[in-house]
């Protein structure tokens, strides 16, 4: 038995405890509540005092590409242009090795857990990549096996053959913390036959499934109208691609994609219409606001998902398109895009976005009965943040501390089913010379 002390505990499920602690049995956790309450209930326990500083659940980073940590600032040059950045990626990721694909996932996997994400909902054409990433470095999640270009439906059942090898070979390698799901990549590179075969599939074997929808105004142009860049580039392909002429949501939607309750990630340009959808059919939403706006797309309407329900948590996407793994930092630019965007309706809080970033991701991948809040029963995923810097003091609201004043080198441990993934040997390194000069 553990305990863990700090100035401020954040269940997130309730309201935050000034100093409070959590009890870790195991790979559980055994209690959380004042500090004093939990000493005299476990007096055997050994204790752990991180003074001041924020427990809280472990972050949840429900949309990332390990796979592309390589790339980092690689094409930072061409993010204007969203369709030269396709290629380019695609390109470069062709030159790489399969060790060098490895080796980049797992210094992604290190720099989140470094930055107190417990949880990864991580996509990757070379899954296994993902897959080695998270159980080298302790880290839980859902590696999402993505597909490869396939818009013509003339190949969808070769397609859907490969693909489901590629999964099966995945699922033998499943751990208690590492899961494994499909990633029909997108609309507007998957053919609707293949969108059939793998929604039907996910369903009837109780699949998770991640897709990138309405994340850009090509991919809208595209299905709304059959016009733009992804046109022309099937036509030099000689491919045969009919637009629905509607948009992403209703296109899933009718093809029975929706009814497989998929993570959605970034829907930019979604209408009320498509919020509507994503809400009756009980779809989830990894909101990415750092890499949308990098790449120019635009602000999704992140408070209308929250106000009307949907499981909403908060996703980097790729260091190639973001630059970093920081969710405290996603949280702060979620926050403020929020607030910024044109015809928002409300502000978001720092409440809700930390929120967002814990429990809101735990419900994205519908992992909420596990993780997301610090909570008897749950599983020990806990991320500790030092509120020592000078930035930071005073703090008035740990929430807005935590969202607008912190980033991810102000972790300090994270810890994964009860055991140690990362702790910072600096903030050691100060506590002993304080300790020492006291």
Not at 62 to 77: F, P, Q, W
Request: proline share 4%; charged share 25%; net charge negative.
């Amino acid at each position: 038995m553990k305990l863990l002390l700090a100035e401020h505990m954040l269940p997130i499920s309730s309201p935050p405890i000034r100093n409070g602690a959590v009890a870790i049995d195991g790979d559980l956790i055994a209690a959380a509540g004042d500090a004093n309450d939990l000493k005299a209930r476990f007096p055997g326990a050994s204790v752990e005092d991180h003074g001041n500083a924020a427990i809280l659940p472990g972050f949840v980073n429900c949309h990332s590409h390990l796979e592309l940590t390589a790339m980092r600032g690689a094409l930072d040059d061409v993010e204007h242009d969203f369709r030269v950045w396709l290629l380019k990626i695609n390109e470069l990721r062709a030159e790489m090795s399969d060790d060098d694909i490895v080796q980049a996932a797992v210094i992604g996997a290190q720099e989140g857990a470094a930055a107190g994400v417990t949880c990864f909902g991580d996509v990757g054409r070379f899954g296994h990549a993902g897959l080695t990433a998270l159980k080298q470095t302790g880290l839980r999640g859902i590696v999402f096996q993505e597909t490869e270009f396939s818009p013509d439906n003339q190949t969808a059942d070769d397609d859907f053959r490969k693909l489901g090898e590629k999964f099966e070979k995945l699922k033998k390698e499943e751990t208690g913390l590492v899961r494994v799901g499909l990633s029909p990549h997108s609309p507007y590179t998957v053919g609707s036959r293949l969108f059939e075969l793998i929604a039907q599939y996910a369903i009837i074997n109780r699949i998770p499934l991640s897709i990138h929808a309405s994340e850009s105004a090509d991919e809208h142009d595209l299905l709304t109208g059959g016009s733009g860049f992804f046109s022309d580039l099937y036509e030099s392909f000689g491919l045969d691609w009919n637009s629905p002429n509607c948009t992403p949501i209703e296109y899933l939607e009718r093809l029975g994609v929706l009814s497989a309750r998929p993570l959605l990630a970034h829907c930019v340009t979604v209408s009320e219409s498509d919020i509507a959808r994503i809400a009756s059919n009980r779809a989830s939403i990894a909101h990415c606001p750092k890499s949308n706006a990098k790449f120019g797309h635009g602000y999704a309407p992140f408070e209308r998902f929250l106000d009307t329900g949907i499981a909403c948590g908060l996703g980097s996407d790729s260091v190639a398109s973001n630059n970093v793994c920081d969710i405290l930092e996603e949280a702060r630019f979620a926050a403020l895009a929020a607030r910024n965007r044109a015809g928002s309706l409300r502000s978001v809080s720092a409440a809700e976005v930390l929120e967002a970033a814990t429990l809101g991701g735990a419900r994205a991948l519908r992992l909420d009965t596990e993780i997301g809040s610090l909570e008897e029963g749950k599983q020990a995923d806990i991320s500790v943040v030092s509120l020592d810097a000078m930035a930071q003091w005073p703090v008035n609201d740990v929430y807005a501390t935590l969202v607008f004043a912190s980033n991810a080198r102000d972790v300090v441990l994270t810890i994964v089913a009860g055991k140690e993934v990362y702790r910072c040997p600096v903030h050691d390194l100060g506590k002993r010379a304080s300790a020492d000069i006291m």
